[in-house]
């Protein structure tokens, strides 16, 4: 994952939408890109506060908020109460299963799915600009 590149995408989005470009905005841009899995603001929040940054809860939840908007961070809702992140730029498109039961989030990559979906929005004359897929169940250690 390229950092400068997901910064210059970052202050081209911010420039455009007329928003401030500041140090904070940056601090909470590149923990998102370093965080590996899935995140809540919180998380995010949490590990930017051991690092002794200075950025507040808010900075985050509305930062995240703008990474959404501009692609760099995907935004979903596993079936729990809060909102979970991770980092969509420089990672292949993909679609999770969800334990019901431990919460794991299994990650997965289906050329057939991506393939099928295409041909549905061509056939309906439909332009797509993201999607996902979640499948709720119960996870192998959990079916037992």
């Known amino acids: 994952?390229?950092?400068?590149?997901?910064?210059?995408?970052?202050e081209e989005y911010l420039r455009e939408q007329k928003f401030r470009v500041t140090p904070e905005r940056y601090e909470v841009l590149e923990a998102?890109?370093?965080?590996?899995?899935h995140f809540d603001a919180d998380e995010l929040f949490s590990t930017l506060f051991l690092k002794k940054s200075k950025?507040?809860?808010?900075t985050v939840?509305?930062?995240?908020?703008?990474?959404v908007k501009c692609g760099l961070v995907s935004?979903?809702?596993f079936d729990?109460?809060?909102s979970r992140y991770e980092r969509a730029f420089g990672r292949p498109r993909h679609d999770h299963l969800i334990c019901l039961t431990c919460g794991d989030i299994i990650e997965f990559v289906a050329p057939r799915l991506e393939k099928l979906q295409k041909e549905i929005c061509s056939e309906q004359n439909f332009q797509p600009q993201n999607s996902t897929l979640q499948i709720f169940g119960f996870c192998g250690k959990c079916k037992k």
Do not use: C, P, Q, W
Request: glycine letters at 4%; proline letters at 0%.
């Open 80 to 82: 729990e109460k809060h």
């Open 55 to 58: 950025v507040s809860r808010a």
């Open 61 to 67: 939840y509305n930062t995240l908020e703008v990474l």
């Open 32 to 37: 998102a890109m370093h965080f590996e899995g």
């Open 1 to 10: 994952m390229d950092i400068n590149a997901a910064r210059k995408t970052f």
């Open 75 to 77: 935004k979903y809702r």
